[in-house]
């Protein structure tokens, strides 16, 4: 029997687990989600300057976010699809997320 078989089991035989299943589940798609946009961000934006400019903005503010990113974006025709565009911008207007990206003085 493989995992998935087991954890198939686990959840017909203890259906309370199921929310808390689903919550991880949820949960690590957020974190993979936004490992991916960093990625991303470090990929095609340094191709074109540091994120250090970057990290010194203090809007949270995701249009305008979205309105730099797309202005950025029309410097290098292909950089990014519009799914990625709006990703980067959500990305960028959190602070916290955005000083995951920062350039290391």
């Known amino acids: 029997m493989n ?3 087991k954890a198939i089991q686990t959840l017909r035989r203890r259906p309370h687990v199921m929310p808390a299943f689903l919550t991880v589940l949820v949960l690590l798609a ?3 989600g936004a490992q991916d946009t960093g ?3 470090l990929e095609r934006c340094q191709d074109c300057h540091e994120m250090d400019k970057s ?3 203090q809007s949270d503010d995701v249009q305008w976010w979205q309105t730099t990113v797309l202005r950025m974006a029309e ?3 292909e950089l990014l699809t519009a799914d990625e565009a709006s990703a ?3 990305f ?3 602070p916290q997320k955005r000083a ?3 350039t290391p003085k």
Do not use: H, P, R
């Open 3 to 5: 995992m998935t078989e």
């Open 30 to 32: 957020c974190f993979a």
């Open 39 to 41: 990625a991303l961000i």
């Open 55 to 57: 990290c010194l903005v």
């Open 75 to 77: 410097y290098k025709s």
């Open 88 to 90: 980067v911008s959500a």
């Open 92 to 94: 960028l207007a959190d």
């Open 100 to 102: 995951s990206v920062c």
